[in-house]
T-cell receptor, first 115, second 113 residues
Framework: NAGVMQNPRHLVRRRGQEARLRCSPMKGHSHVYWYRQLPEEGLKFMVYLQKENIIDESGMPKERFSAEFPKEGPSILRIQQVVRGDSAAYFC?????????????FGPGTRLLVL | GENVEQHPSTLSVQEGDSAVIKCTYSDSASNYFPWYKQELGKRPQLIIDIRSNVGEKKDQRIAVTLNKTAKHFSLHITETQPEDSAVYFCAGQEVQGAQKLVFGQGTRLTINP
């Protein structure tokens, strides 16, 4: 049973470029969470999505950041016009449901470096 | 919303000794508290979790205790080994809305041989 998949694992961008991060949840999981981890810090919630719906984006910056989880294919976190402060590890996690307590399983992360 | 505080931020123990990491939370409605271990450059891995209907849970050398009244929970690692060295994060899960995890700041645990 494949775990949560993320790609790319490492991404280098110059300031002003776009970054696209992809996340495929575990089989049978329909809920995706994105978290950001700055160097030497904990994980901070960004956005929660179900298929074709953004449920909660309260942790995501209002400008330059967007997320989607289409009916087919992986969830994508998109960062436009990246700045150095966007350099971080971006983790996605998936769970089966949220009707009751459900464990979130994390992917390997994408480490974004903005030059 | 939920707020989780974790301490200490760093912890160094001798191999074979026990390590204890403590967390407090603010939302009395929270009912799920996982602990994740993160090695350098790796993903957070769930090592143990506890639900609010129990006070303690144990898995081999790892145990977690929960005090709902005081709103704090702790991770206990006994007979520590060098491979226990990592950053440990506690989290509380919000019961409203997205039920997102709110993480503590992390504890860097070093096991000295």
């Amino acid at each position: 049973n494949a775990g949560v998949m993320q790609n790319p694992r490492h991404l280098v961008r110059r300031r002003g470029q776009e970054a696209r991060l992809r996340c495929s949840p575990m089989k049978g999981h329909s809920h995706v969470y994105w978290y950001r981890q700055l160097p030497e810090e904990g994980l901070k919630f960004m956005v929660y999505l179900q298929k074709e719906n953004i449920i909660d984006e309260s942790g995501m910056p209002k400008e330059r950041f967007s997320a989607e989880f289409p009916k087919e294919g992986p969830s994508i976190l998109r960062i436009q016009q990246v700045v150095r402060g966007d350099s971080a590890a971006y983790f996605c996690a998936s769970s089966r449901t949220t009707g009751s307590v459900e464990t979130q399983y994390f992917g390997p992360g994408t480490r974004l470096l903005v030059l | 919303g939920e707020n989780v505080e974790q301490h200490p931020s760093t912890l160094s123990v001798q191999e074979g000794d026990s390590a204890v990491i403590k967390c407090t939370y603010s939302d009395s409605a929270s009912n799920y508290f996982p602990w994740y271990k993160q090695e350098l450059g790796k993903r957070p891995q769930l090592i143990i979790d506890i639900r609010s209907n129990v006070g303690e849970k144990k898995d081999q050398r790892i145990a977690v205790t929960l005090n709902k009244t005081a709103k704090h929970f702790s991770l206990h690692i006994t007979e520590t080994q060098p491979e226990d060295s990592a950053v440990y994060f506690c989290a509380g899960q919000e019961v409203q809305g997205a039920q997102k995890l709110v993480f503590g700041q992390g504890t860097r645990l070093t096991i000295n041989p």
